[in-house]
T-cell receptor
């Protein structure tokens, strides 16, 4: 079936570097995308979201890019800090009443070295 | 403002016993979602509930699993006659359901079946 997947399962960066985490999705009907951060033993924490009528959205130190042509989503973290170390999941949803019914990707482990 | 509260954090059951997982949504949230996460995997949608109504249970196993969200009190995910394959982290999320699609997750219940 259609699903969300990630290209890179692990990513190691130095503190201060910029990080880019990628995600591919295959359900062309999806119109809402979210990035979550999950630390060990905790629930997913909302980072940033984007609707399909946008191709870029910025938050505090984070930017999400959406390329609908190739069904690709990315999360950019500026000036990565050790506290950013976690597993990052992209998720997709189809709108209407189903925004909370998310399909999660596999996850990327981000490790930030001091 | 307390977040999504789940209890217990850890639950150990023997095969054949029942497991009850509780979730209190964020204040002001009337929509609850349950997800299951196996080790090193993304979260998988199970069920979506509003007060006294099951909206979408397409992710629930056909047998032994049930969920409710009564008019008063927390949402309950119930697993009867647990088997080892039920061992997982179960996360609850809530939203306002008013068009703000952001889901806020609890810290989860780690179910271990011996």
């Amino acid at each position: 079936g259609e699903s969300v997947g990630l290209h890179l399962p692990t990513l190691s960066v130095q503190e201060g570097d910029n990080s880019i985490i990628n995600c591919a999705y295959s359900n062309s009907a999806s119109d809402y995308f979210i990035w979550y951060k999950q630390e060990s033993g905790k629930g997913p924490q909302f980072i940033i979201d984007i609707r399909s009528n946008m191709d870029k959205r910025q938050g505090q130190r984070v930017t999400v890019l959406l390329n609908k042509t190739v069904k690709h989503l990315s999360l950019q973290i500026a000036a990565t800090q050790p506290g950013d170390s976690a597993v990052y999941f992209c998720a997709e949803a189809i709108g209407g009443t189903s925004y909370g019914k998310l399909t999660f990707g596999q996850g990327t482990i981000l490790t930030v070295h001091p | 403002n307390a977040g999504v509260m789940q209890n217990p954090r850890h639950l150990v059951r023997r095969r054949g016993q029942e497991a009850r997982l509780r979730c209190s949504p964020m204040k002001g949230h009337s929509h609850v979602y349950w997800y299951r996460q196996l080790p090193e995997e993304g979260l998988k949608f199970m069920v979506y509930l509003q007060k006294e109504n099951i909206i979408d249970e397409s992710g629930m196993p056909k047998e032994r699993f049930s969920a409710e969200f009564p008019k008063e009190g927390p949402s309950i995910l119930r697993i009867q006659q647990v088997v080892r394959g039920d061992s997982a982290a179960y996360f609850c999320a809530s939203s306002t359901g008013t068009g703000d699609e952001k889901l806020f997750f609890g810290s989860g219940t780690q179910l271990s079946v011996l």
